[in-house]
């Protein structure tokens, strides 16, 4: 049975073996052509060469009859012979008078015998010389009859000479032989030649066939078409090779070829001249299209040993980050706050319990009411009031940790967060909020270890986040250990820490972080008492 692999094979062979058929077709074919078009044209060359070579003896025979017509009849035959000697391309020379006797032959038994065959009428045919096909003694054979006139113009005779056909048939023969012999021999030179081109084109193509490469092809386009990011492929030169459907559909390209060349064009300038030039990977180059789209740009060169071949960028779709870390960070928050409910609620199992225990059975379900009512009303107000569900899971987290760290939540009254408000991504919210969140509870459990005699009651953190068109607003209020006023212009600088070594970078990450999303962050704080810290957006 044939193997996937064989059938693999096989199909890959395919372009490889039609290449080399055709290309032996073409020459076999025109080899034969052009020798069978030159064994021709030399044919009928020698076919007139061979006309020629009789009219040329015939008329040199006339000329040395005319010089030896008188010699003794011995002398004139030994003349003739030797003649007739030194003209090997020529078969038969016969002369024969007006009486048609055999003047001379070279066959000379036949010398004074009667000339039997068909005589050209000359004077009827108004010209010296005619060459005919005609059989005789010999065979088949071709003849040239030359006139011979005397002095005063009068008839006395003609001039046979004559060809064989054998002859002819042998040169032909030869002739065929020949070009047969250079068709044979050019056609394995060509394939010889086919041959060594073959294996200079494989080397070319990196010991790889050329249906490889197409198979490679192939595979790769549905490689880049299948995949979510844009790519966009140059040459040296900065020719676009290649261009997936998902980087024109980035690049507002994907409809208008025109369009498509000269967004390209202006892309490539700008992202991949630098890494064609320094032969260095970018990544992360942050981009904004002109529909809006937000863009992670990697640059990546193409290198051929040391030189660069070209260069490849990769588009990323900002957004579909931003909502993969959305999930990523609701998900997280989430977990958290599961983990602190989880804790929590253990505490107040304890309680619980020991109620049921000492038999106050009244104010173990008054407590399982209260709590009960606590946590619903909580989770309700954030889920109503906050649209955004990784900044309403952060929220619910915080609340449950600040449960376990025994801090009052406190959630400002007409707290209200649309999304559609305010253009920011969601990490971005979360992490502000977050570290303003984790810095107030553990300014109220400084607070706690440096006074122990600070009541539960007076451990409240109070949030507030509020949006309207363009505007955001979010405040964080402890009520924990204060700034001190010595140190309220070092609390954004990095590495700054009343908490110790290894400390000091929320505060400092976080005001960079709102910095350069366009807002703003301040704070009031009264040492002993408590600190505020609010935060503002505007956007046009």
């Known amino acids: 049975m044939k193997t996937l692999k064989d059938s693999k094979k096989g199909s890959l062979n395919t372009i490889r073996k039609e290449i080399q058929r055709t290309h032996l077709f073409l020459i076999v074919v025109i080899t034969i052509l052009l020798s069978v078009g030159g064994a021709y044209i030399n044919i009928n060359a020698n076919a ?45 020379i016969s002369i024969v008078d007006s009486a048609n006797i055999r003047l001379y032959h070279t066959n000379n038994t036949l010398i004074g015998t009667e000339f039997d065959g068909k005589v050209p009428d000359f004077h009827i045919e ?57 068709t044979i021999a050019a056609i394995l030179i060509e394939i ?34 299948s995949i979510h990011d844009g790519i966009i492929a140059v040459d040296d030169e900065k020719n676009v090779q290649f261009t997936n ?57 193409v290198m051929k040993g040391s030189e660069v071949n070209g260069a490849v960028a990769i588009l990323h779709d900002r957004t579909e980050y931003t909502k993969l870390m959305e999930d990523l960070s609701g998900t997280k928050y989430l977990v958290d706050s599961m983990r602190a409910n989880n804790h929590d ?15 106050e059975y009244d104010k173990a379900v008054s407590y399982i009411e209260n709590i009960s009512i606590i946590q619903r009303e909580t989770l309700s107000k954030v889920m109503h009031s906050v649209d955004n569900p990784s900044f309403a899971a952060l929220l619910i987290g915080k609340i449950a940790r600040a449960s376990e760290c025994n801090v009052k939540f406190i959630l400002k009254e007409g707290i209200h967060f649309k999304d559609s408000d305010i253009q920011l991504p969601s990490e971005a919210l979360v992490t502000i909020a977050g570290n303003l969140i984790d810095n107030a509870l553990d300014a109220m459990n400084m607070k706690v270890s440096l006074d122990s005699m600070t009541s539960a009651s007076g451990r409240e953190l109070v949030f507030g986040t509020f949006t309207k068109p363009g505007e955001l607003l979010i405040t964080v209020t402890d009520k924990g250990c204060g700034i001190p006023d010595d140190i309220k212009e070092k609390v954004f600088e ?13 505060l400092y990450h976080t005001k960079q972080l709102i910095e350069s999303l366009g807002g703003s962050i301040s704070f009031e704080s009264q040492a002993g008492k408590g600190t505020c810290f609010i935060v503002s957006f505007k956007q046009c």
């Open 126 to 182: 108004g010209k010296g010389f005619h060459v005919v096909d005609e059989n005789g003694p010999s065979g088949p054979q071709r003849r040239t009859y030359a006139a011979l006139y005397d002095e005063a113009g009068t008839y006395c005779g003609f001039i046979m000479t004559i060809i064989l056909k054998t002859s002819i048939h042998s040169v032909t023969e030869k002739t065929i032989f020949l070009f047969m012999a250079v």
């Open 192 to 225: 010889l030649i086919s041959g060594t081109f073959s294996r200079r084109i494989k080397q070319k193509l990196l010991g790889y066939e050329p249906d490889t490469f197409s198979s490679m092809f192939t595979i790769r386009d549905n490689i880049l078409e």
């Open 245 to 301: 459907s998902v980087a024109k559909k980035i690049l507002d390209c994907e409809e208008n070829e025109k369009i498509n060349q000269i967004n390209e064009k202006v892309f490539v300038e700008k992202f991949l001249s630098n890494t064609l030039n320094t032969a260095q990977s970018t990544f992360g180059i942050q981009e904004k299209t002109n529909s809006g789209t937000e863009l992670l740009v990697d640059c990546i060169p």
């Open 48 to 92: 007139q060469a061979v006309d020629q070579n009789l009219l040329n003896t015939a008329d040199l025979i006339s000329r040395l009859y005319s010089f030896t017509k008188n010699l003794p009849e011995d002398e004139f035959r030994t003349y003739f012979n030797s003649v007739c000697d030194e003209l090997p391309n020529v078969d038969v």
């Open 494 to 506: 990095n590495g700054f820490s009343t908490k110790g070594t290894g400390r000091g970078v929320g």
């Open 345 to 359: 609620f253990t505490n107040k199992l304890h309680v619980i319990l020991g109620l049921i225990q000492i038999g």
